[in-house]
């Protein structure tokens, strides 16, 4: 029997964790992890027991993004089926970022790609020092079109506009000063003290007032992300993946070599 691919458990004060369980794909998530994690935002939504979530991965990494043997499948598909692939996963990103508790992430090792998406769905965030992180689609030809939203609401667009293009890692530090993270701790043991101190501090707020100061802070920035919206990202990574040079980054990066528009 294949483990599972999400560890979901919700203790008896409210606070829920979601662990992606993927450590030997360094927690990539496939079309069958994020249906589990949409399914999974979903009770959390709808259990009025819940006061938190806390959002990890097992293993050294957070996560590192789409998996790649999902995204190969992927090109072979009919536009129309990877618009709705696409619109799936940005579904699950809006899911996270409006579900009405507060939601905390903790980071170590590998947050790359779509991790990154995650990471700023997310209201707080803590890192370890060593974590990484990378906005990796345009090394293989595409773009991040379904975690944009979140991830310039994060870093603005000024920032944006360098780790979108460039796709080179940065570090905890430097996550800090874009403002995609908000905390950055020394160690894993670290971690998982500071996640204590942040449940004990959420938990003294009023479970209702912590919701509602929540949809406050969406409403006066006025951000949206409706069904059009979703679509038309969708529509554009669908697009990429499609194209020639999606399709040879992604088989350049399964065959470990340079894509043919690499130059020394």
């Known amino acids: 029997m294949a483990p599972e691919q999400l560890l979901v458990d919700i203790a008896a004060n409210g606070v829920a964790t979601i662990a992606f369980n ?8 496939d079309d069958a992890m994020i249906a589990e994690l949409a399914n999974a935002l979903e009770s959390l939504r709808v259990n009025g027991d ?6 990890a991965g097992e293993g050294k990494s957070f996560s590192a993004g ?5 995204m190969k499948r992927a090109a072979g598909f009919s536009k129309d089926e990877n618009v709705e692939g696409a619109m799936r996963v940005g579904r699950m ?7 009405p508790v507060p939601t905390v992430a903790l980071v170590q090792g590998a947050a790359y790609g779509g991790g990154v998406g995650l990471v700023a769905a997310c209201d707080v965030v803590v890192a370890t020092a060593s974590a990484q992180f990378a906005l990796t689609e345009v090394k293989l030809g595409l773009v991040p079109a379904m975690i944009s939203p979140f991830v310039i609401e994060a870093i603005g667009a000024r920032q944006a506009r360098r780790y979108f ?9 430097q996550a800090r000063q874009i403002g995609l993270v908000h905390d950055v701790v020394d160690d894993e043991a670290a971690l998982h003290a500071k996640r204590d101190q942040l449940v004990d501090t959420i938990l003294a707020a009023g479970p209702e007032a912590a919701s509602h100061a929540k949809a406050l802070v969406t409403d006066i ?3 949206s992300l409706d069904e059009a919206g979703l679509r038309d990202l969708a529509g554009r990574i669908a697009g990429r993946r499609a194209a020639p040079e999606g399709l040879e980054g992604i088989a350049a990066f399964l065959e470990k070599r340079r894509p043919a528009w690499a130059t020394d």
């Open 93 to 99: 990103l809006v899911a996270l970022r409006n579900l």
């Open 50 to 55: 819940v006061r938190v979530l806390i959002l």
């Open 66 to 70: 789409a998996d790649l043997n999902y």
């Open 165 to 173: 293009q460039t796709a080179e890692r940065f570090d905890a530090a």
């Open 22 to 29: 993927r450590p030997d794909r360094h927690n990539a998530f």
């Open 221 to 223: 920035a006025g951000f």
